[in-house]
């Protein structure tokens, strides 16, 4: 009769410590689940935000070619005497918003991109009249924005016309997810060669004149380096967070 009690009580345990590794096992899962669920909404969650400020970049750089809903001073801004209208701090102007002047440190570190009401911002549309869905479901919960600088490379010639640096931030379905991209982007001379180089005859002639060596023989200049008109290159920045708390005033 003992050993048949001994027995039950024994079954007993060993059935109470299979349901507890079983609940174990079942919250781990459940777990698990959630902790996917939350990475992917979060991945969704930045996939918005990329697009956003993709777009953004690509808003600026309709600004910079000339926009036919920009004010007429706007595209003035653009030429190569309208180096006066980007200022230390961005303009902040009806025809001058968001044009920085290069310093160091940048405008895109020092200027706070995540405040919805900084006027050194252009959000966008702002002067090239595009729209963007934002605020529902899955859409951005704030519109994008974005900076411009005027910038001079080195080795950079005035015939090879303007380049300015873009900013742009953009944001998830959430304020707290923001992505921070930034394209370099060659505007050409009005009288330019599309492809970054003029040659030495005066007509530009992306091959360069020929000329005499010395001996009777013509000979042709070397090519120049070419450029591509519009954006030349771009990527995130994706420790702008750090680099703004670090450089803020």
Known sequence: MKTRRSESGLALVCALMLMLAAMVIGLAVVRGGFVLLAAARNERDRDVAWAAAEAALRDAEHDIAGAADAPPDRAAHFSPAGAGAFVDGCGRGEDDRGLCRARSPPAWQTLDLTAGNNPALVPYGRFTGATLAIGHG?????????????????????RQGGFYRITAIGFGSRIATRVVLQSLYRLPPPNGNADGHEGGNGNGNAHGDGHDDGDGNPTTRPQQRQLPAGRIGWGEIANWAELHAHTRP
Not at 139 to 156: N, S, T
């Open 138 to 158: 899955v859409l951005p919960a704030r519109l994008p924005a974005y900076v411009i600088e005027r910038i001079a490379p080195p080795g950079a010639t005035a």
